[in-house]
């Protein structure tokens, strides 16, 4: 009975450490970007460098809950016009320099459900790294049948080099089911693992703005073509 006791007492105590009571918070921004990459590939017409995409959402969170809302303007599919993302999670610190967070995350295409998708994901971070998994949960990944099982795997780290002005880098990898790639073959294809990249900095300009810069793009562009080319991306931000 004291054994429980103390566990009880250990276990209440860390709950404790990782989240004080706080008051709910809500943010959002909006952003202009030059151009929408995810995961390293184009979201929108390929043969274009520059293809302005705006962005924006919201998020609500109390006590290291959070649930959010982001979406963005994509052109990859003709009359597919709009992603919308929601999400809901829990974050914490163990201690001022490490911290966790585990979550799902649905993929929304109001105009080409084919493209819906779903992930669970869970992430570490240390100081200024943060490595993160994500999981495909739906039988779908944009698009690509019989894909659940897919895993995508990051790691990324930000570093502030002087006040207001921080480095960022990324790399990333996609290693989709093998059930996915089983139909892709038989649809006659191929479909195939990749690494992406994103490197660049973020300048805090005041008042809630922010500017950016970074290349990225994805390598096996001999079997995904110019939506995995490197691209320089522009974007402003006002968060708010």
């Avoid at 992603?83 to 999670?89: C, H």
């Avoid at 998994?133 to 930000?158: C, M, P, Q």
């Avoid at 073509?225 to 320089?232: F, I, P, S, T, Y």
């Amino acid at each position: 009975m004291k054994k429980s006791l103390v566990c009880l007492s250990v276990l209440a105590s860390f709950v404790g450490a990782v989240h004080a009571e706080e008051a709910p918070a809500v943010t959002s921004n909006l952003t202009l970007t030059t151009k929408y990459k995810y995961r390293g590939q184009d979201q929108s017409n390929s043969d274009k460098t520059v293809a302005p995409a705006l962005q924006g959402g919201f998020d609500y969170s109390k006590n290291g809950f959070y649930v959010g809302n982001w979406n963005s303007s994509v052109g990859f599919v003709s009359g597919t016009d709009l992603e919308m993302d929601f999400y809901g999670g829990y974050k914490g610190q163990i201690t001022p320099d490490f911290g966790f967070d585990v979550g799902a995350l649905r993929y929304q295409y109001p105009q080409g459900a084919v493209f819906n998708t779903t992930e669970l994901y869970g992430a570490v971070s240390w100081s200024i790294v943060t490595a993160k998994l994500s999981y495909t949960v739906s039988k779908r990944y944009f698009g690509i049948e019989e894909a659940r099982g897919t895993l995508y795997a990051d790691l990324s780290a930000n570093y502030e080099v002087v006040k207001g002005v921080t480095l960022n880098a990324h790399l990333g990898a996609t290693r989709f089911s093998d059930d996915a790639h089983d139909a892709v073959t038989a649809a006659g294809g191929t479909l195939a693992n990749y690494v992406d990249y994103k490197v660049g900095a973020t300048y805090d300009i005041g008042s809630g703005f922010s500017a950016a810069a970074a290349y990225a793009g994805g390598n096996k562009k001999d079997a995904w073509g110019d939506v995995n080319k490197g691209r320089l991306i522009v974007s402003i931000t006002k968060a708010m």
